[in-house]
């Protein structure tokens, strides 16, 4: 079992960043595929972004493919969403979730999430 907990969202304008934290508990953190994953009002709950267990290997939406970076720090147990020129369309809340198996883009692949932190972009 893991937590998970998200912070570092808010309000920016469209063009702006945001880096958003996912802080993990135990010394288990690098058996978990760690992943992010949004959800808008009316909407089902979309793959952002996934890293595997030592960080080599990272997989995108296409959405977000070239504006969103996610990296992992296994000393500090936590991982990172940077985005970069953001879109009103972001605008969501957003989750990270531990998968210990290794599929990527499936949300029911993924056991443990965090509570979710609000990114609200506008224009």
């Known amino acids: 079992q893991v937590q998970l907990v998200e912070s570092g969202g808010g309000l920016v304008q469209a063009g702006g960043s945001l880096r958003l934290s996912c802080a993990a508990s135990?010394?288990?953190?690098?058996?978990?595929?760690m992943g992010w994953f949004r959800q808008a009002p009316g909407k089902e709950r979309e793959f952002v972004a996934a890293?595997?267990?030592?960080?080599?290997?990272?997989y995108y939406a296409d959405s977000v493919k070239g504006r969103f970076t996610i990296s992992r720090d296994n000393a500090k147990n936590t991982v990172y969403l940077q985005m970069n020129s953001l879109k009103p369309e972001d605008t969501a809340v957003y989750y990270c979730?531990?998968?210990?198996?290794?599929?990527?883009?499936?949300?029911?692949?993924?056991?443990?999430w965090g509570q979710g932190t609000q990114v609200t972009v506008s224009s």
């Open positions: 979730a531990a998968n210990s198996g290794s599929s990527y883009y499936t949300a029911g692949m993924y056991a443990f």
């Open positions: 135990g010394r288990t953190f690098t058996n978990y595929v």
């Open positions: 890293i595997s267990r030592a960080g080599w290997n990272t």
